[in-house]
């Protein structure tokens, strides 16, 4: 009976979208001043934002947190939202992620 449950099937827990998941944007800079005007824009603007030299020592990353469900009902995407920005700051968008759900406590 020991080794035999194991890897006996589990029932998936349900997923409770109570609260959605964190969208994060990478934004690369080839200088800090660029890096740090991204930034504040974007803090002023209600995003968490976190600015740091690249593990190539050559560029600054900007990495821009937010909520998925802050998005609704926007009229542009984040990628195409955060890529003008990048753009407007001589950077580069360097693409996202979505962090797992998170179940309510």
Same mark, same amino acid.
């Given at each position: 009976?020991?080794?035999?449950?194991?890897?006996?099937?589990? !029932?998936?827990?349900?997923?409770?979208?109570?609260?959605?998941? $964190?969208?994060?944007?990478?934004?690369?800079?080839?200088? !800090?001043?660029? &890096?740090? +005007?991204?930034?504040?824009?974007?803090? #002023? =603007? #209600?995003?968490?934002?976190?600015?740091?030299?690249?593990? +190539? #020592?050559?560029?600054?990353?900007?990495?821009?947190?937010?909520?998925? $469900?802050?998005? =609704?009902?926007?009229?542009?995407?984040?990628?195409?939202?955060?890529? &003008?920005?990048?753009?407007?700051?001589?950077?580069?968008?360097?693409?996202?992620?979505?962090?797992?759900?998170?179940?309510?406590?």
């Amino acid at each position: 009976m020991g080794i035999l449950n194991l890897f006996r099937r589990r !029932r998936p827990e349900p997923v409770i979208d109570d609260i959605p998941p $964190a969208m994060s944007h990478y934004l690369t800079f080839p200088d !800090r001043e660029n &890096a740090e +005007d991204a930034g504040t824009l974007l803090r #002023d =603007r #209600d995003f968490d934002v976190d600015l740091k030299e690249a593990d +190539d #020592d050559e560029h600054w990353l900007v990495l821009v947190t937010h909520e998925l $469900a802050d998005w =609704r009902g926007k009229s542009t995407s984040p990628p195409d939202y955060f890529e &003008a920005i990048a753009s407007h700051f001589e950077g580069d968008y360097d693409g996202w992620e979505i962090g797992p759900y998170r179940h309510a406590s």
